[in-house]
């Protein structure tokens, strides 16, 4: 089923409970129903719906990466030479495996992918990059760019309909 024709089928309650859960996913189910003025048989059977159309993918806990000791962030673009199968399918296996790998995707542009990742310090980004991505068959070049200052950073995603 088309993306857009399943959020269309969302009402203002299955979206203000979205809404609710990404600002806080430790919401109880009493509190969550309160929120949305529904007994709470009703909300459950709503969230458990959410989850298994795949709306709700999983629970987390945002992290402050600073104080975990993560202190550089880099947007790092890697192009091939030659984009191959087995090549673009050994880069993303070997991505897979590196947990300072925050995201990972394919895009248009000069670039093949674009990786957002985080290193304790600049020597420790200078080994990732020579001895993960510089091994890696194929690839032509590497461009990083390193975040001075973090103006905005949220994994929430817009809700549309809701305030």
């Given at each position: ?6 959020y ?56 402050d ?80 760019s ?18």
């Open positions: 089923m088309n993306g857009k024709k399943q269309l089928d969302l009402d203002d309650t299955d979206r203000t409970i979205l809404s609710l859960l990404q600002q806080d996913g430790t919401l109880s189910n009493p509190k969550l129903a309160e929120h949305v003025s529904l007994s709470v048989t009703p909300c459950w059977r709503r969230l458990k719906r959410l989850e298994q159309e795949g709306f709700i993918t999983s629970y987390q806990a945002n992290l990466r600073r104080k975990l000791g993560l202190d550089v962030l880099a947007f790092v673009q890697v192009s091939f030479v030659i984009v191959t199968d087995v090549s673009i399918k050994h880069f993303e296996e070997v991505i897979q495996t590196h947990p300072q790998v925050l995201s990972c995707h394919k895009v248009t542009g000069e670039a093949d992918y674009l990786l957002q990742v985080v290193a304790e310090s600049l020597d420790a980004y200078s080994d990732f990059v020579e001895n993960v991505l510089r091994v890696i068959p194929g690839i032509s070049m590497i461009h990083s390193l975040a001075m200052r973090e103006i905005k950073s949220s994994t929430r995603l817009p809700i549309i309909g809701v305030d």
